[in-house]
């Protein structure tokens, strides 16, 4: 759910812009009409910015984005939707009103809504584009020079490559198995087999409990999410039979320094996720010099 994020984002945007403009419009005699519809559509943009405040903190826990940059777009997220509410709720009293005072202190708060919108909109371009994606030097980055294309037979064209370690079949009992347990198991790919394995957080399964099944299938799982589960690294031993695993999501659990063996002997490995575990320092740097492209180490326990 959290991947509609990118689509639900815009439209308490939409919305909330919409009301600011309705607002002002109706200064103008022609417009006058526009503001009994101001607070209906703050009551849309306040729905949807819910709706996306939501999808986006499921979007977070990936863990795919720098903390700090993260908390700044969440709060102000939040202080959008809350602040798009409460003008909804203040909108009827002033407009019932009618009072020229009321909709001057409405259309200061509207317009203050609309530079929180555009503060937050800002760092979640932040986010997903890099902090310098309105820079002169991004902006030349991205001009590339036209260049002229030859079509060829597609017969010819390279096709991406997929990793050549990956089995052609899996054990369905055991993924049958691993779903009975709780787990979300998805096929990213069914041939090659790349499955995408996730634990939900707190689900008290015990290591001995789901290490066959996940052993069984180990070969396939690409995608793996064990956040928030107690596992230290003892019970994580069984993740050397994962030598095809791309990311790894530990966030929360117990795990110190023991787990650096395990996961530099993953040569496949490209990000993992160790927020809030045991980690030391000098232990998280060494895994990021352990040549894992994406190594999320956010408020260590030690």
């Known amino acids: 759910m959290g991947y509609f994020h990118p689509l639900l984002v815009h439209l308490p945007i939409g919305f909330l812009l919409l009301a600011i403009l309705m607002d002002l419009l109706a200064y103008r005699s022609a ?39 993260l908390q700044t777009h969440q709060q102000a997220g939040w202080i959008v939707a809350g602040a798009s509410g409460v003008l909804w709720l203040l909108s009827g009293v002033f407009f019932r009103k009618q009072s020229q005072s009321g909709s001057r202190w409405m259309s200061a708060l509207l317009l203050a809504l609309g530079g929180v919108i555009a503060y937050t909109g800002h760092q979640g371009g932040s986010l997903t584009h890099g902090s310098d994606y309105l820079s002169w030097r991004a902006a030349n980055e991205t001009e590339k020079p036209i260049r002229r294309v030859t079509v060829v037979d597609s017969a ?9 370690d990956l089995p052609l079949e899996v054990d369905l009992k055991a993924v049958e198995q691993l779903r009975k347990l709780g787990f979300n198991v998805r096929y990213m790919l069914k041939r090659p087999v790349m499955l995408d394995i996730t634990l939900p957080a707190q689900a008290g399964k015990s290591a001995a409990e789901i290490m066959p099944d996940l052993q069984a299938v180990a070969p396939s799982i690409v995608w793996l999410n064990l956040s928030d589960n107690g596992f230290s690294e003892k019970d994580l031993t069984w993740l050397k039979a994962c030598q095809n695993l791309e990311k ?46 994406r190594v999320y180490v956010w408020r260590l326990k030690k």
């Open 156 to 164: 010819a064209l390279e096709l991406p490559k997929v990793n050549p």
């Open 248 to 293: 790894l999501k530990l966030a929360k659990n117990p795990v110190g320094d023991g787990i650096l063996e395990i996961l530099t002997g993953l040569k496949h490995l490209e990000a993992v996720n160790l927020n809030e575990t045991e980690l030391s320092e000098p232990g998280a740097d060494r895994l990021k010099k352990a040549g894992i492209n």
């Open 31 to 69: 417009f006058v009409q526009y503001r009994a519809a101001v607070p209906s559509t703050l009551f849309l943009g306040f729905v949807a910015a819910l709706l996306s405040c939501g999808t986006g903190y499921l979007l977070a826990n990936s863990g795919d984005y720098e903390p700090t940059s």
